[in-house]
């Protein structure tokens, strides 16, 4: 089947992705009429520097030179907003609702801290958004919580959302290095921001799973409650010990739904056993598993960022919703494709998770400190499951290599993370350590 009507797209964005997305509607628009059978074209795209070469060049009458060629066009059907960023792309979304244009986005920043506002808008006014670029690039993700799994509850999604920071845990765990070391090598690779904040304090992958627990679980959350953890004081003793108790480290993001709205999402690193599946992905790349009542444990893998597969996504949205615009259909398809309701989740407390834990301890190598802290334990129901405590430490611990003090760690059956704060801070002011002590989370499914 063929539509007649020719759908007219701008970008608004000029970047990597953007290059990406002008590249494939362009070169490959015959490749997607013959399956979509949607004539696409790209009509504009602004940016605010033209002077700069890019990677795919546009002719001049493709070149749009203030943002009024874009919105005042009411040959425009869709906008892709491809800036980054919080005000400027917000503004400019609410706008193109309020002129009819319907809206694809890769922003995870905007729709994880204004999706509310945005979602609430467009649907006021029939007009439906993309997004499947927003999380993990390449990898349907949103495409398969909206439409494959929708005979599933989605009892818990979570993965590797950010290709930086696994390619950091990746080289630290493989090689032994540090963690300034191998940041210092990501960004000479282009695997880093000059400015890798965002990524390696867990807000880039805090930004997607509030999107993907938005959608799980079919309400809206603010985003300031969300629990965030980055990789910024990872040492490379502690995913040492931790190879030696069988978990391999990664910076995962969480979320689990229960009853009555409640819902917990967190990011940070995370110990999971070295046979899972999500412990073998390596590098830059990307990879989540979906838990569904139905169809059980799913895993999606692939590239999560990069100029192509984020604008292989971006393009799967610009098709979907031509097709949409070419049947007369709105914004009504995509409430009951998504199952959006209006309704605010309700995110637990930070000192109401359970889950297992991984503490170490700097200690002075007398007798009796293992039994001390064991009991300070006990007297907060919290049961150890493995113990590591050894002699001495050379060269894996930051100012610690002197014999006096040596780590023990352990490895704790599942806790309230209100009692192992608890018992963290007896034992830390009973002077039976020096120091904080180190805690990671550890998911392995235990019952």
Not at 26 to 55: A, D, H, M, Q, Y
Not at 349 to 364: E, G, L, Q
Request: proline share 3%; hydrophobic share 40%.
């Amino acid at each position: 089947m063929e539509f007649s009507k020719e759908i007219n797209v701008a970008i608004v964005g000029y970047g990597v992705v953007g290059n990406g997305v002008a590249k494939i509607l362009e070169e490959e628009k015959e490749l997607i009429l013959k399956r979509s059978g949607i004539k696409i074209n790209l009509k504009k795209v602004f940016t605010r520097n033209w002077n700069k070469k890019f990677p795919y060049p546009l002719p001049d009458e493709k070149k749009a030179y203030s943002l009024d060629e874009i919105l005042d066009d009411k040959d425009i059907d869709i906008v892709v907003e491809l800036v980054g960023g919080l005000d400027f792309p917000y503004k400019l979304i609410k706008e193109c609702i309020n002129r009819g244009k319907h809206i694809i986005t890769a922003n995870k920043h905007l729709l994880a801290e204004k999706g509310k506002e945005i979602f609430t808008l467009a649907e006021e006014k029939n007009i439906r958004i993309g997004f499947e670029g927003a999380v993990a690039g390449g990898i349907p993700i949103i495409k398969a919580l909206r439409e494959s799994l929708v005979g599933n509850r989605i009892e818990k999604i979570y993965g590797i959302l950010n290709g930086t920071t696994n390619y950091i845990l990746t080289e630290m765990y493989g090689k032994g290095k540090n963690f300034n070391e191998v940041l210092k090598e990501a960004q000479e690779l282009g695997y880093a921001e000059a400015d890798p904040t965002l990524d390696i304090n867990g807000v880039d992958a805090g930004h997607k799973i509030a999107i993907l627990a938005s959608l799980s679980y079919g309400g809206f959350l603010n985003f300031s409650d969300v629990y965030i953890e980055g990789i910024e004081d990872i040492e490379k003793i502690d995913i040492q010990l931790g190879k030696e108790l069988g978990y391999t480290l990664k910076l995962l993001a969480i979320a689990k739904g229960y009853k009555n709205n409640e819902v917990e999402v967190r990011v940070h690193p995370t110990f999971i056993p070295s046979e899972h599946p999500l412990a073998k992905v390596d590098g830059v790349f990307n990879a989540i598993m979906i838990k569904g009542n139905n169809v059980g444990e799913s895993m999606f893998y692939g590239k999560g960022a990069g100029s192509l597969p984020t604008a292989s996504a971006v393009v799967s949205d610009i098709v979907d919703i031509a097709k949409s615009i070419s049947l007369g259909i709105g914004r009504e398809i995509e409430i009951t494709s998504m199952n959006w309701e209006h309704k605010d989740l309700n995110l637990k407390k930070v000192s109401d998770f359970y889950t297992r834990y991984y503490i170490r301890f700097m200690v002075p190598d007398t007798v009796g400190i293992l039994s001390k802290i064991a009991g300070i334990f006990a007297e907060y129901n919290i049961s150890i499951a493995a113990v590591i405590q050894k002699e001495k430490v050379v060269g894996l611990y930051n100012g610690a290599n002197s014999s006096d003090f040596i780590p023990l760690v352990l490895l704790t059956h599942t806790a309230s993370e209100n009692s192992i704060q608890k018992a963290i801070e007896k034992v830390e002011s009973s002077n039976l350590t020096k120091g904080k002590a180190k805690v990671i989370r550890v998911e392995d499914e235990e019952e």
